[in-house]
């Protein structure tokens, strides 16, 4: 059993709050919407980028936004390949900022393993 880490760090990508934390292998979630940057709730590449990210909220139209500094986390743009929808809405996820581009909606409390090959890596919004 995988534990998550228990610190969260503030930001806001837009005019409303929300957080994050790096929550780690495993499917574990316990945030509005978790995303992996690997198949099978895995934690992705961490050059520059979370592996993983909890967030509160069912809204973001940038990826790219999410950073601290502090621990040079930069970005969930264009690598999730697993998700969790942890909230009783249909969330869209899209494959450019802004809620613009290709889509891919999941359903209330929905977990994917590995999300669709034509939106693999290319998720950079979404919303309920």
């Known amino acids: 059993m995988l534990l998550a880490?228990?610190?969260?760090?503030?930001?806001?990508?837009s005019a409303s709050a929300q957080s994050k934390a790096p929550i780690g292998d495993g499917p574990r979630c316990d945030y509005s919407v978790c995303l992996w940057g690997n198949a099978d709730f895995r934690n992705g590449p961490k050059v520059n980028k979370f592996g993983s990210a909890g967030l509160d909220t069912i809204?973001?139209?940038d990826l790219g936004k999410l950073e601290n500094q502090y621990f040079g986390w930069k970005?969930?743009?264009d690598i999730t390949s697993s998700l969790v929808n942890n909230t009783p809405y249909r969330i869209c996820f899209y494959s450019?900022?802004?809620?613009r581009g290709l889509?891919?909606?999941v359903g209330p409390y929905e977990r994917w393993a590995s999300v669709p090959y034509w939106i693999n890596d290319r998720i950079s919004s979404f919303r309920a």
Do not use: K
């Open 96 to 99: 450019d900022n802004n809620f």
């Open 103 to 105: 889509q891919f909606c």
């Open 75 to 77: 970005g969930m743009q």
């Open 59 to 61: 809204r973001l139209e």
């Open 5 to 13: 880490i228990s610190a969260l760090v503030a930001f806001t990508p």
